[in-house]
């Protein structure tokens, strides 16, 4: 059965520093990942889509990264914004109609 | 605005109600997903629907009644729920076969059991 963990749980960070959230999965046959922002109280916000295939996606300060052999993936944030504070979820597609997601890594970026 | 609207976005029902929570989809999508999200606990996904029909029921209770009239639309009908079913549900959408596979979600619906 696919697990999928994030550490840390939580993370505090003053603006304007460069920070790595980090995502690992048991099985490392999935379709691909994806990372998510969830903000209090609101839906997901898709931020990057890994497909199998690819080792790293970006989006502005963004940078996605992935390793199936090892089962891990890494969002890396750089120069962060109080804007930035969110929860960031990391979910993988072991297959057809199926969506495995972590508990999230709550971000708080401090002015 | 993901394009995946949900409605209402916050209920409070008695266990002996009857309701109804609404997913619509602007994307032009032909797979929809129902998920739960409790407090401390990882995103449960609960219904998929691909190409109008139900695919995955992951052990949902009976209390929740999935409908998927096109694939525009996604309802998920409650009766007789417990306390412990309030949650965050979240519907989703996504681009199946030739697509990018990637999940849109709406704002959610709060729901409070009482």
């Known amino acids: 059965k696919q697990e999928v963990t994030q550490i840390p749980a939580a993370l505090s960070v003053p603006e304007g520093e460069n920070l790595v959230l980090n995502c690992s999965f048991t099985?490392?046959?999935?379709?691909?990942l994806q990372w998510f922002r969830q903000d209090p109280g609101k839906g997901l916000t898709s931020l990057l889509l890994?497909?199998?295939?690819?080792r790293e996606q970006t989006s502005g300060r963004l940078n996605a990264s992935l390793d199936k052999s090892s089962g891990r993936s890494t969002l890396y944030i750089a120069a962060s914004q109080p804007g930035d504070s969110a929860t960031y979820l990391c979910?993988?597609?072991?297959?057809?109609?199926?969506?495995?997601f972590g508990a999230g890594t709550r971000l708080t970026v401090k002015p | 605005e993901t394009g995946v609207t949900q409605t209402p976005r916050h209920l409070v029902m008695g266990m002996t109600n009857k309701k109804s929570l609404k997913c619509e989809q602007h994307?032009?999508?032909?797979?929809m997903y129902w998920y739960k999200q409790s407090a401390k606990k990882p995103l449960e996904l609960m219904f998929v629907?691909?190409?109008?029909?139900?695919?995955e029921n992951n052990s949902v209770p009976s209390r929740f009644s999935p409908e998927c009239p096109n694939s525009s639309h996604l309802f998920l009908h409650l009766h007789t729920l417990q306390p412990e079913d309030s949650a965050l549900y979240l519907c989703?959408?996504?681009?199946?076969?030739?697509?990018?596979?990637?999940?849109?979600f709406g704002p959610g619906t709060r729901l409070t059991v009482t």
């Open positions: 890994i497909q199998s295939s690819q």
């Open positions: 099985d490392s046959a999935i379709y691909n």
């Open positions: 629907y691909n190409f109008k029909e139900q695919t």
């Open positions: 989703a959408s996504s681009q199946e076969r030739g697509g990018s596979y990637e999940q849109y």
């Open positions: 994307l032009g999508h032909n797979a």
């Open positions: 979910a993988v597609r072991p297959g057809n109609n199926d969506m495995r």
